[in-house]
Nanobody, 126 residues
Framework: QLQLVESGGSSVEPGGSLRLSCVAARLPLEHFPIGWFRQAPGKEREGVSCIDSSGDKTNYVDSVKGRFTASRDNAKNTVYLEMNNLKPEDAAVYYC???????????????????WGQGTQVTVSS
């Protein structure tokens, strides 16, 4: 099972940008599709984006299309999520995890209850 560490979260004003990182501690990421998920207080965890193992295919939830971009550098065992024009509704704890669908046809974690890391906090406020 992948051991992933998220970082890069911070507090920004509306319209600001952040770049989140997801690093594999042991296993190489080159064979794994990776999804980004977020959870705001009192709400269910939501799939945000997915990038396939090669980086050729991506998928995004409608609310972030045109603003968020997933990318990866397999040589560094790292997946990124660049977030632009952040809105208050984007505020949440962001997690990365292996995606169930290798082609990212749907943003869904491989393991619903296991393998979640610490996450990284994103706050958007004036």
């Amino acid at each position: 099972q992948l051991q992933l560490v998220e970082s890069g979260g911070s507090s920004v004003e509306p319209g600001g940008s952040l770049r989140l990182s997801c690093v594999a501690a042991r296993l190489p990421l080159e064979h794994f599709p990776i999804g980004w998920f977020r959870q705001a207080p009192g709400k269910e965890r939501e799939g945000v984006s997915c990038i396939d193992s090669s980086g050729d295919k991506t998928n995004y939830v409608d609310s972030v299309k045109g603003r968020f971009t997933a990318s990866r550098d397999n040589a560094k065992n790292t997946v990124y999520l660049e977030m632009n024009n952040l809105k208050p509704e984007d505020a949440a704890v962001y997690y990365c995890a292996e995606n169930f669908y290798s082609d990212c046809r749907r943003i869904r974690p491989e393991y619903e209850d296991d393998g979640w890391g610490q996450g990284t906090q994103v706050t958007v406020s004036s």
